[in-house]
Each structure stands twice: as C-alpha cells, then as structure tokens.
C-alpha cells in the first residue's frame, strides 16, 4: 500500500537519489479528498537538493482553484463526513495510528527530510523525533478537551461551555523544519475535530506528502488531511485563497514576519481565527556569574542548529565584559572542533548549506557589510563553495555596532554577532529593543537575577542556563511581531476550537 503511487518518471528520478526504504514514501501528486492528485493545469515544478542543486522530485504546482476544491473537500468532511462523527477517543486512536507509522518509518522520513533541507540525518532524526512527540502528545490531549459547567447567577438556570472543533484549518509552512511544523499544527487541529488543508514550503514538500501517506494508512478518512503543493509563482494567490475562502476558519501559519503580516490583513475579510508564529532575534545574555562551559554549550546549540535557520536562534549575542574574551575564544574553539559541514546524508557531518540563494546572498551581504565597518572577524566569514553552492562557514563577529545591518535583522544563517555589556538594565534594555520576541535566552548563577530577567525580557519564550528549549509539553509563540498564539502544550488545542455558551433556563425544581 505505501509503496502505490511513484509515477515512472518520478521513480526513475527518485531511485537513484533515495535509498529503497526513503524511496516507499516518496510522492509526487498532491493528497487532496483521500486520493493522489496534480494540478488541473498540469504544471508541476522542482525540488532541489540544496547540497548541489540537483533535482530531487517534481510536484504538482497548484493554483487557487485547485486548492479551493480541497478546502470543500475538507468542509464536507468537517460538515458530514465520518471524521466530523468521530468521539475524542476515536479522534486520539487516529492520531496515535500516525505517531506508531511516522516512528516506525522515522528513517524513511529522515532521508526525505535531509535530501530536500539539507539539514544534518543526526538532525533530521532529531526533528522527526520531537516532530511526532507533537502527534503523540496531541493524541493524549484530544481525550481532555473537556467543556465546563458554570456557577448561574440566576435561580432555574444551567450554564455550559462546549468546546467545539472551530472548522476547515489552513496550515501554511516554512521550508526550516518541513515535518515538526506540520505535527505541531496538524496533530492540535486533528484532536479538536477540525479537518486540515496543509500547504507546505515550495522548498520542502516531499515531507508533507510523505506525512500524507501514512495519515491516509492511519485510516483519517478522507478530506480530513490535505497536502497541496504550490511553487513560489502561486504561493501569494494560494496564501489568499486560503485567507479568503469563507470555509476555511482558521489560519495557522509558520514564517517570516513580512508573510504574517500580508495574512493577518487577508484573513480579515473572513474574520478566522490566526495563529502565526513569526520571526524571532532572540538576545543571548552571558552574566559574569555564569558557568562559561556551559553557557558556550548552549550557544553552540541554540546558534547552530539547522545552520542557523530556525527563528529561535539566538541572534545577538551579548556577554559581560569581565567575561567577554574568554567566551569569545572557548566559543570559537568548539565551532572549529565540532562543526564539520558538508552533505548531510554522509557519516560524521554535523551541520548542511542554507536552503537557497537568496539565504546565502542575504548571509554573505550581511557579514561583508559588519566587516566593511569596522566589525572584527574570528572564524568563518565567507562561502564554501568548494563544498557546494549553498555552504557558509560558522561565523564569529565582535566590535558590531548598531549601524551594522547584522545587528537588527534575524541572521538566519550560522554567524554569531558578539556584543558587550556591563550592567544588568543596559543589556535588558538592549535585549528589549527591536519590535520582535520570541525566544530570549540566558546564563547566570544568581537566583534573584534569574527571576528578574526572566520576567522582564519581552519574548514568549526564555532559557535560563539552557539553550535548546523546545519540547511539546512547553507552550510555544511569540509576543510582539514575533505572533499570536501558542503551538504544544495543552493551549495547543485553543486555536482549533470555539467555545459555545449555552444557558438552559426555567428549569424547574421538583414540586
Ligand atoms: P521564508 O522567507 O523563510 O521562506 P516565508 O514566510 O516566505 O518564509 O515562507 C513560509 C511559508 O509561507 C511557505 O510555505 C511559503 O510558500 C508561504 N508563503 C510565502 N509567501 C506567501 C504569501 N504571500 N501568501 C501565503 N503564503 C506565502
């Protein structure tokens, strides 16, 4: 059955790239009303693998029409069909019936994953291991969706809070994590009844179909789990449609802040329910009291993952003077030690390229301008084109300064910028200061001034003495331009599910 649907062209292509087992997930059609689909145009466009830009896989380049017929595809589900009868628990076994097949093809999903992100397999595995605790945790979570029954203040009355599965859920998201962000929505609006039209990255959507696959051999019936792939030609007219279209009622979206915004006008119009998870420029604080070992562990983590790409890297390092040197030199250290790039499917490379061009060229301009005003270089600082197209060393910048471009714009790139402070108000002042927060991380050993920076810097998020924060159980968003919403955790469920009031009057005691 998981082996049914690789056209000839797209097997021929695919065997030669994807080792047998990565190959059974392997899908080249759209997944719209339980069945395999292309575009009613036909068109299809290229996936490349950002190690060397070859083709890896052609899929169909969908419109707007072709995605309205998979958001009625998913409103006749929501309204009649099986899914929309289903009780918590049926909805938890669906979703548990996901989380056994992903685990058991956890490798399979991996080698997609890398061949089309160019992440790491050590990280691949990783995602596909936090992304399915999502499912796992959202499967528990759909047997405790539970309503309440309230205090009346007025005799012969029953007051009730139902919560209800909100609608159609339109899931847009980024190219930096293509599985964890999928489970992390899809598994919450799953739970709560709602059905889903997902429209992953242009960059990554051989995941998303994989994940299609064995939703459809979890048993979702069909309409319930949508994927629809579109090229960057018709991301802006599919994103409207998807914001537009009156069936779909909430808008769950992943990405840059500039694509938040753009939806957060359009769904207006239709006034849906937004959870946007935007872009982050996450303050890193090393206080003098901190463990320097430790904290240098943590910005290794929080820096480098994914190469950078991930909107809770930390993106401006701020360390107290007294300990600015020696982080600076144990920092550099450990990058050139452990971090070997290169092809991400081969033994021993810790980290991959950056997904695309225009990644690279908005990297390299960054470093080039910091260094053409005065910024100092420690290592890294350029390309490797010698490794392949898309490759940027592990950068250490200090001596920035504010009228650096690379001091206020989210890097999304491996390059830490280092600057020092020397007071506790100063650099909590500095941390606040850009219209983002969403993640904020940092190191001290005094306890009252871990309560106190905790609550005062604005981010949704913190890490204190830890770099790597994210697990399913913690609630996850942002403040200011950095979102609405929490995705995991049990407030997970909230963006999927409307609360009904119901007051039942006149009730009469026995006389
Ligand atoms: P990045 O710049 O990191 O690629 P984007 O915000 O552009 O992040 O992309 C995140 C997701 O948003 C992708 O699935 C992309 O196709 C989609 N997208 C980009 N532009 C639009 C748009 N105008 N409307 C709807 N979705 C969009």
């Known amino acids: 059955m998981l082996a049914s649907n690789i056209s000839s062209q797209g097997r021929s292509l695919s065997s030669q790239l994807f080792s047998k087992r990565g190959l059974s997930l392997l899908r080249n059609q759209c997944f719209v009303d339980g069945e395999w689909r292309d575009a009613a145009s036909g068109d299809r466009f290229e996936i490349l693998n950002p190690v060397d830009r070859t083709v890896i896989g052609r899929v169909p380049d969908m419109g707007a029409a072709d995605v309205s017929s998979a958001i009625d595809s998913a409103h006749v589900a929501f309204k009649n069909g099986p899914y929309s009868k289903t009780t918590a628990k049926e909805r938890s076994d669906f979703l548990r019936n996901w989380y056994n097949l992903m685990n058991n093809h956890s490798e399979d999903l991996a080698q997609i994953l890398t061949k089309e992100n160019g992440k790491s397999l050590a990280e691949s595995r990783a995602e596909i291991k936090y992304g399915n605790s999502f499912v796992e945790w959202f499967s528990e979570e759909a047997r405790r969706i539970n309503g309440e029954i309230l205090q009346t203040p007025v ?19 980024p190219w930096n994590f293509p599985f964890a962000m999928i489970t992390r929505k899809a598994g919450a609006a799953l739970a709560a009844g709602c059905t889903c039209v997902i429209k992953p990255s242009e960059d990554t959507p051989l995941t998303a179909l994989a994940m299609a696959e064995l939703a459809a051999a979890a048993g979702f019936p069909r309409g319930t789990f949508n994927v629809v792939t579109t090229s960057p030609k018709n991301s802006a007219l599919v994103g409207k449609e998807l914001c537009e279209n009156p069936k779909v009622r909430v808008m769950s979206f992943t990405g840059s802040t500039g694509v938040g915004k753009i939806l957060y006008r359009q769904c207006a119009s239709t006034m849906k329910r937004l959870s946007l998870e935007l872009g982050g420029n996450a303050p890193f604080v090393v206080f003098d009291s901190a463990d320097i070992d430790l904290a240098v562990s ?14 809770v890297s930390s993106n401006r390092f701020f360390i107290h003077d007294k300990i600015h040197d020696d982080f600076v030199a144990k920092f550099v250290a450990r990058i050139k030690s452990e971090i070997k790039m290169g092809n991400g499917c081969t033994e021993g490379v810790t980290h991959g390229p950056l997904i695309k061009e225009s990644q690279l060229n908005s990297v390299s301009e960054l470093v080039n301008e910091a260094l053409s005003k005065g910024a100092k270089l420690h290592c890294g600082g350029k390309a490797l084109p010698d490794l392949g197209p898309l490759f940027f060393e592990a950068t250490v910048l200090t001596d920035v300064t504010k009228e650096m471009k690379i001091y206020n714009t989210e890097i999304f790139g491996p390059v830490a910028v280092i600057n020092k402070f020397s007071n506790e108000a100063d650099v909590i002042k500095e941390a606040n200061d850009t219209p983002v927060g969403l993640a904020g991380y940092f190191y001290s050993k005094d306890i009252s001034q871990v309560f106190r920076v905790a609550r005062k810097l604005e981010v949704g998020m913190v890490g204190v003495n830890e770099g790597a924060i994210s697990c399913t159980e913690a609630a996850f968003g942002g403040v200011k331009e950095s979102g609405i919403g929490r995705e995991g955790s049990h407030h997970g469920i909230d963006d999927f599910v409307d609360i009904k009031y119901v007051c039942i009057g006149n009730l009469v005691d026995q006389k």
């Not at 943590?298 to 909107?311: D, E, I, L, V, W």
């Open 155 to 173: 005799a012969g009355r029953e007051l009730l809070l139902l919560k209800e599965p909100a609608g159609v859920a339109a899931l847009i998201t």
């Open 298 to 311: 943590g910005a290794m983590a929080s820096k480098f993952r994914n190469t950078g790409q991930a909107c």
